[in-house]
C-alpha cells in the first residue's frame, strides 16, 4: 500500500541528516561555531518524524501497515529495473526510532565529548552521514537501496574510525575496517545478482511478499538456490555485523571517538547484518542448510567474543568483544527463525541501549582519565563519578541478565529458543548460549570491578571527575532503556507488531523455566568468579603474564594473525609478483615483439631514443603506402 | 535547426580554434590560454544546445550529415550521434575546458614536476589540447568506418606531441611507445577497414551490399562469410584492445600516464581510451556479430583478467599516476565485461560506465596533478599528512577516489553494478571474479589515500597549500555531475538504452529470463494486492 500523510514524507527521515551533513561538510570552517548544534538538531528532528509516523502505523490495522514510498526510478534497462523505493512497516519503524532515538543522545553526548576537539564540526557532518545512511539501509525497499544504504554506513564508518587521521593505527584501523566489510558486500552482491537472475527483480515485495505468510518469488525457490542465496546474505552479514570468520575489524575499530564506538559499532550499524537476515527470512525459510550455517556462525561468534572480552584489559576492546559475542546471540536467533526472529531484533533494540550506554559511560570515564583506556590504570572510580557508574552498572545488569532487567528478557528468549529447536543441533546451540551468558556475567563483572571497585590505581597527575550534564543525562536515558526496553518489547507485545512482518509465531515467555534457571546459576558464577579474581583481589597496574587462555583472548583468538598469515603475506607477495611480471613478462614479451618486427632490438632502441617525430612521420607514410598497395589489391 | 550541420560544427571549430591559437604570439601565453578556454567553453554550449534535440525515441542516428569524400573508394563525410555516441561527445566537450583549467600552468613545467622548461611553448600546448577535441568529436561522430579509423589515427597526433614536448623525464620513450603500441593496432584494423569496401561490393546474392562503401548504417546490415568476419573481426579488436586498454596489450598506459602532464591525461585515459571500448561495442559487435560471440569466451577472461590483473597491479604502485592507470585498465576490464555479455543491463551499464569513468578518473587524476605540482613529485611516499594542510584537496581527493572505489551514490556504482548483475544473468563465474575487484578496489584506493593524506604530517608537506579558486572551479563541477550521476542516472539511460537495443537485436541475442518469473506468481495469488 502506499504511504500517506506523515509516512509519505519518510523521505524527510533520509534528507533531514543528509542535509545536516552536506551543509556542515560544504559549509567549512563558518559552520564551526554552531556546527554541532544543527547536526544534533538533524537527527533529533528525523526522530520526530519517526515517532509521528509510528503512532500513525498504530491507527492502522496489522495487515495495512506496509506502507511503500515511490521516490524515483534509479535505474532500468532491459529487464532489470531499480527504483528508489522506501518501506515503512513494523520491521523498518523500529529500526528508525532506535537508530535516530539512540542516535541523538549521542549526537548530544557528541557535543560535550567532542568539545576540545579542533574538528568536532566534521565529526558531527559525518555522525550525520551516518544515521542518514543507516535510515536508508533500513528503509530501502528493495536489495539495491539496502544496499547503497549498507555501503554508506560502511564509508561513515571508515571516515569515524579514521577521524583521527594523523594518528597512524587509525587510518590503518578504518581501511581494514573498510576493506572486510567489502568481503562481505563481495558476497551481498552476489547474492544480489542472484535474485536478479532468478526472480528478476530485487524488490522486497516480490521477493519475500507482505503481510507476514512469505507469498513471494522466494517461496517458489529451490533449496540449493535459496541455500546459496542465504549463505552469501550471510557472507554479507558476517561482513557487517563482525561474525566469525569477517570479525578481526571491529577490536580496531576502537580507535574512533568513543560515541561513534557507542553509535556505530554498537547500538546501529553492526546489527545491520542481523536486520538482513530477518528481512530475508523468506529466503532462509526455503533452506534448512542455510538458517543451520547461521545459527553455527552466531553460535561461534558468541562464545569467541565472550572469550575474547574476558582478555582485555583496554575497556573499550573488551566492551567490543562483548558487542561481537551479543550480535552472536542475534545471529543464532535470527538463524532459528520464526520463534526467534522477534527475539532477536528486540535483544538489538535492548542490545542498542545498554551497550550504548556503556560505551557512552566508557567514554565518560576516560573523559575523566584524560584518555587512559587502560582498565588497570582505573579501580575505584564509583566514588569519583557516581552517576556514570551508577549508569554503567545498570547497563551491566541489564547486559548479564538480572532477572526483571532488558538483557534478562530478551537474551533468556533466545537461550529458550535455541534449546526449544530441539535435536542435537538444538542441544548444542543452546549450551553455547548457556554458557555465553555465564562467560558475559564474568567479563562484565571484570570490566565493572576494575574500573568502579576496588583501590584507586590512577597516576599521581589523574584527577578523575564527572562529566557535564550534556553528557551524564544521555546516560540517565540510556540507562532507563537498559532497565525497561527489554521486558516492554517481550512483554508489550512487540511479537505481535512485528508479525507482519516476520510472521507468526509462538513467543510466550516464561519467566521459570529450566534454561532460565540455568542461566541465572551460570551468570550468579561469572560473577563470582570476577569478584574473586579482580574484586577481593589486588588487581596489579601491569598486566601479568596470563595463561595460554588469557593470551589468546588478548590476542583476539589469533584473528589477526590468521588473516595476517593466510591473506596478507600472500597477498603482498602475489602484488610483488604481478608488478615484476608486468615490467619484465609483458611489457618485456610485447617490446621483444615489437623489436622483432621492427628488426633488430638495436633498431627499435636507436628509433626511440632520438628522431622521434621523422619515425611518427615515417610510419604515417608506411601506412598510406600500405593502404594504397591494399586498395590496388582488393578493388580489382 | 534540424538542418544545421551540428556536429561538423562541433568539429570544425576547435580545430579553427587550435590553428588560431598556435598563430598567437608566443609572447603572450596567458592569451592563448583564455583563447583555449573561451573556444573550448563554446564548444560545450554548442554541444549541449545540440543534445537538447536529441529524441531518444526517435531516429537512431541523428544530427546525421552524409557528403562524398572520396567517391571512387565510396568513403563519405558522414557523420551522426546515437544516444552512446552522443553522451561521449558531451562527456569529451564538458571535460576539455576543465581540463584546460585545470592545467593553466602545466605547460610551463615539463610533466609538473622537474621544473625543466619544456620543449614547446604554452600557446601550442593549448592548441594541441583543442586540436585533440576535434579529433575526439570527429572520432565519436563518425558513421563512415573510413572516416572513423582517420578520426581514430588523427588523434595520436596530438596525444604524441603533448606527451613528447611537455612530458616527464621519460617523455621521449613513452611518447614513442604510445604511438608504436596505437601504431600497431591502427594498422591492423586499416586492413580489416579497407577489406570492408570490397565485401561490401559484392552483390547482394554473395553477401555484399551491391555497392562498395564505408557507411556503417549500411555495413551493419552486411553478412560476412564466417571466416572473413573472424579475421576482420580481430583486426578491429586489437586496435580497440589496445587503446581500451586491455592485457596484455596495456602496457604503454602507465608509461605514458606517469610521463604525461596531468591534465591531459584526463583526456587520453577519460576519453580517448574510450574509443577502443566504444569501437567495440560499435564495430566489433555490430559489423561482426558472428564473430563476437565466437570471441565471447577469450575476450571475456581477457576482460576478467584485466579487472584482477589491474587491480592487483594498481596495490603495488609506487607512483600516484601509475597506481590511478592502473586502476583505469582494470575499469576498463568491467566495460568489456559488460559489453561482451551481450545483455541489455550489461551494455547499458558498460555505455553508462564508459562516462562515468570518465569523470570520476579524469577527477581522480586533476587531483592527482595538483598534488604533484606542489610536491613536485608523484612518489606516493613523499607524501603524507596532506590532509591536516589541505583538507579542501583531501577532501575531493576522496570522493574521487570513493567513486574509483564504486561507492553507492556516487555515478560508477550504478554502471558496475548494472555491469556485473547483467554479466551474472549470463556469464556467473566471470562475473563472481570480476565482483572480487570491489574488494581490491577498496585496497588501492583507501591505501593510496591512508599513505598520501593520513598520518602525520611528513617531511616535505608542511607547506602544501590548498585548493585555490581556479583549481575549485575545474574540479567542482566533474564532482557535481559525479553525485548527480550516482544518485538519479536513469535520464542518461534513457539516452543510452536505445542504441544498446539496436547491438543487441543485430547480434540476436534475447536477455536470459529469470527463472521464476513475476508473471506466475500473479497468477497463483491473483487475489493478493
New interface residues.
Partial sequence: ?KAEGVQAAAWLLIALPLAGSALL?LG?RRTDKWGHWLGTFATVASFGVGVAALVQMLGYDAEERHRTLHL?????????KVDADLLVDPLSISFVLLITGVGSLIHVYSIGYMEHDPDRRRFFAYLNLFVAAMLLLVLGDNY?IM??GW??VG?AS?LLI?FW??K?TA??A??KA??VN??G??GL??A???M??????VGFD?ILG?GGEH???AA??STG?ATAMGLLLLVGACGKSAQLPLQSWLLDAMEGPTPVSALIHAATMVTAGVYLIVRSGPIFEMSETARLVVTIVGAATLIAGAIIGTGKDDIKKALAGSTMSQIGYMTLAAGLGRPGYVFAIAHLIAHGFFKAGLFLGAGSVMHGMNDDVNMRHYGGLFKKMSITGATFGLGYFAIIGVPGLSGWFTKDGIIEAAYDKGGTSGAILGTCALVGAGITAYYMSRVMFMTFFGEKRWADGVHPHESPKIMTIPLVILAFGSVFAGGWLVLGGFGDFLAPVVGESEHDFKALSLAGVGTFVLMLAGVALAWWQYGARKVPREAPKGSFLTVAARRDLYGDAINESLLMRPGQW???L??WF?GRG??G??NGI?AG?GGTSGRVRR????F??S??LS??LG?AV??AA??VV??T | MNDFPWLSVLIALPLVGAVAVALLPRDRPTLAKQAAFGISAVVGVLAIVMATGFDSDGARFQFTEKYWWIKQ?GVHWALGADGIALTLILLSVALVPLVILASWSDAERSGGVDGTAPKGSVKTYFALILALEAAMIGVFAATDVFLFYVFF?AML?PV?FII?FYGGPQR??A???F???S??G??LM??AV??L??LS?KPVSEGGLGH?TFLFTELNTMHVDPTTAKWLFLGFFVAFAIKAPM?????WLPDAAQQSPAGALVLIVGVLDKVGTYGMLRFCLELFPGAAKWATPVVLALAVVSVI?GA??A???VDLKRLVAYTSVSHFGFIVLGVFAM???GQ??AALYMINHGFATGALFLLVGFMIVRRRSARISDFG?V??KAP?LA?LFLVAG?AGLS???LSP??SE??V???T??RH?VP??IA??G??LA??YI??MY?RT?????REGNEGILDLTAREKWAVGPIIAVIIAMGV???PV?NI??PS?HHTLARLDRP????????A??VA??GA??
Fill in positions: 500500500m561538510l567549512g524515483w526510478e534509479l535505474f532500468r534497462a532491459g529487464g532489470i539495491v544496499f547503497m555501503e554508506g564509508l571508515y579514521g587521521q594523523h597512524p587510518a590503518t578504518a581501511k573498510f576493506v567489502r568481503v558486500d563481495f552482491l552476489i544480489i545478482f542472484l536478479f537472475g532468478t526472480f528478476g527483480t516480490q507482505t507469498h513471494g518469488l517458489q525457490l538456490t602475489l602484488t610483488r604481478a608488478v608486468d609483458v611489457d614479451l610485447v615489437a618486427i628509433l626511440q631514443t632520438g622521434a617525430r619515425y611518427a610510419m604515417y601506412a600500405i593502404l591494399l586498395l582488393n578493388v | 573508394f589515427e597526433i604524441y613528447g621521449s620513450y611518447a614513442v611507445k604511438l608504436l603500441y601504431l600497431l591502427g594498422l586499416l586492413v579497407i577489406w569496401f570490397p561490393a562498395g592485457v596484455p596489450v596495456h602496457t590483473y592487483v597491479l596495490i603495488g604502485q545483455t541489455t543491463a547499458s551499464g599528512g590532509q591536516k579542501v577532501g570513493l561507492m553507492p551514490g556504482f550504478v553494478f548494472m556485473l548483475a547483467g551474472f544473468t556467473r562475473a563472481i565482483t572480487f570491489v574488494v577498496a585496497i583507501l591505501w591512508q593524506m593520513g598520518g602525520p604530517v538519479y542516472p536513469q539511460l543510452i538504452n544498446v536477455d536470459p529470463a529469470a527463472k521464476i518469473h513475476v506466475e506468481k497463483e495469488n493478493r494486492p
